[in-house]
């Protein structure tokens, strides 16, 4: 997209998985699903945006637009189902929107191992196209990359690894819109070893974060969203101005 501003919590992805999930704790009454339904509905909310951005292929603005008109819908859709049900009900799911780490359990790294032994590898064969993607469409051509096959693949790998983390954590804000500029900061151009840090740098951060949540309120234990909206916050309003500044 060769925007700085995107992220899967902009263009609708987490608002498929909250709206699914949501849906699970307040309607069914269970929490054993919700992992399988954020996936499924981050899955879904991708492939909408896809068809809907499609028009002889997917432009990179289009698709911000589509992205972030679903996320309103998807937004108002999770609102009706939390004031449609009593509080009680409502409760554990206003606590999972915030992204927590709480109830993650061994069974969930498991989940994660087998998500990221699939989807891992795939980005980083995915990795050569992306950067030839960023030089523009034509020059991209030139070097032989197919670009709407370049551009599916890569939004369905991006969109697993979201759906992945956020069916375990929940839409913990700002992790995906901050992490990947500093992991950059550090390491320069995009390259594999840039996504495996832009990884790593994002567990420490919700890992962190959720220490922060835990001990640094005590007795009172708050969500690791709301320490990563803390510090995202102001990040964001920082990246804004750089880039408004550079445009």
Same mark, same amino acid.
């Given at each position: 997209?060769?925007?700085?501003?995107?992220?899967?919590?902009?263009?609708?992805?987490?608002?498929?998985?909250?709206?699914?999930?949501?849906?699970?704790?307040?309607?069914?009454?269970?929490?054993?699903?919700?992992?399988?339904?954020?996936?499924?509905?981050?899955?879904?909310?991708?492939?909408?945006?896809?068809?809907?951005?499609?028009?002889?292929?997917?432009?990179?603005? $289009?698709?911000? @637009?589509?992205? +972030? #008109?679903?996320?309103?819908?998807? =937004? %108002?859709?999770?609102?009706?189902?939390? /004031?449609? &049900?009593?509080?009680?009900?409502?409760?554990?799911?206003?606590?999972?929107?915030?992204?927590?780490?709480?109830?993650?359990?061994?069974?969930?790294?498991?989940?994660?191992?087998?998500?990221?032994?699939?989807?891992?590898?795939?980005?980083?064969?995915?990795?050569?196209?992306?950067?030839?993607?960023?030089?523009?469409?034509?020059?991209?051509?030139?070097?032989?990359?197919?670009?709407?096959?370049? $551009?599916?693949? @890569?939004?369905? +790998? #991006?969109?697993?690894?979201?759906? =992945? %983390?956020?069916?375990?954590?929940?839409? /913990?804000? &700002?992790?995906?819109?901050?992490?990947?500029?500093?992991?950059?900061?550090?390491?320069?151009?995009?390259?594999?070893?840039?996504?495996?840090?832009?990884?790593?740098?994002?567990?420490?951060?919700?890992?962190?974060?959720?220490?922060?949540?835990?001990?640094?309120?005590?007795?009172?234990?708050?969500?690791?969203?709301?320490?990563?909206?803390?510090?995202?916050?102001?990040?964001?309003?920082?990246?804004?101005?750089?880039?408004?500044?550079?445009?």
């Amino acid at each position: 997209m060769r925007n700085p501003l995107v992220a899967p919590d902009v263009i609708g992805v987490m608002a498929g998985a909250t709206v699914a999930a949501v849906t699970a704790i307040v309607v069914f009454q269970s929490t054993a699903i919700v992992p399988v339904a954020a996936f499924v509905g981050a899955v879904l909310a991708t492939f909408v945006i896809y068809g809907l951005t499609w028009r002889q292929g997917v432009a990179g603005g $289009r698709l911000v @637009l589509v992205g +972030v #008109g679903l996320e309103f819908v998807l =937004t %108002a859709l999770t609102t009706l189902v939390i /004031v449609r &049900f009593p509080v009680e009900q409502v409760t554990p799911a206003i606590v999972w929107m915030t992204g927590t780490l709480y109830g993650a359990a061994w069974s969930d790294v498991v989940w994660l191992a087998g998500a990221l032994a699939v989807l891992l590898p795939a980005a980083l064969a995915l990795m050569p196209r992306l950067q030839r993607l960023q030089l523009g469409d034509e020059l991209a051509t030139a070097l032989g990359v197919a670009l709407e096959p370049s $551009r599916a693949g @890569l939004l369905a +790998v #991006g969109a697993g690894l979201a759906a =992945t %983390a956020v069916a375990v954590a929940g839409p /913990v804000k &700002f992790v995906a819109l901050m992490i990947p500029h500093v992991a950059r900061l550090l390491a320069g151009p995009l390259t594999g070893g840039v996504l495996v840090l832009a990884g790593m740098l994002g567990a420490v951060l919700v890992v962190g974060s959720d220490l922060v949540a835990q001990h640094a309120f005590s007795p009172t234990s708050l969500p690791a969203g709301i320490v990563t909206a803390a510090i995202g916050a102001p990040y964001f309003l920082f990246l804004l101005h750089r880039v408004n500044r550079h445009a």
